[in-house]
């Protein structure tokens, strides 16, 4: 079947470039957490926010190990912008907030899958892991992440928020 998901991902990612740069027109560089930066669509929003340089960019991962293989940096610590933490963790999503004004959420739920994809429920042989439904990743998830970047201090006028999503487009 034909799967349209590069055309989502190159749409959704000029999407977010052109809204943050629109909205980046102050004198001060403007930091974006980029949440799932090392996923599908996370990367493609990372790595053009970054070649933009028109940002301090970071990513929130969970994995550094995944983050140096795709995102190519050295010690993949906050030095380098990369946060590791947990959409669940609330003080990991303070931490990685702190001073910033904008959000790309480009995280999502993902099916762990031991055989062919069956994208009909029950989604046999594919399954959530445990706190990694979509009811954990996408609703509860996004909400602490949103809540993190509107509590760090700042006006809520000055924040934005971007939700991509290509799940499902297969």
């Known amino acids: 079947p034909f799967c349209h998901c590069t055309l989502v991902m190159k749409f959704a990612t000029a999407a977010v470039l052109a809204i943050f740069v629109a909205g980046a027109e102050s004198a001060d560089v403007p930091t974006v957490v980029v949440t799932g930066a090392t996923g599908q669509t996370g990367y493609p929003i990372y790595r053009r926010l970054k070649e933009a340089g028109k940002f301090n960019v970071r990513a929130f991962v969970r994995n550094a190990s995944k983050a140096k293989k795709i995102l190519a940096c050295d010690k993949c610590d906050e030095s380098e912008g990369v946060f590791v933490g947990d959409l669940s963790d609330q003080k990991s999503l303070d931490n990685v907030m702190k001073g910033a ?10 099916l762990d899958c031991d055989g062919p994809i069956d994208p009909t429920p029950p989604f046999e042989p594919c399954k959530f892991h445990k706190g990694a439904f979509p009811i954990d990743v996408d609703w509860k998830g996004t909400k602490a ?10 006006a809520l006028s000055e924040k934005m928020v971007a939700m991509v999503s290509s799940r499902d487009t297969w």
């Open 101 to 110: 004004q904008m959000l790309a959420i480009a995280s999502a739920a993902v």
């Open 145 to 154: 992440a949103v809540t993190a970047l509107a509590s760090n201090g700042g």
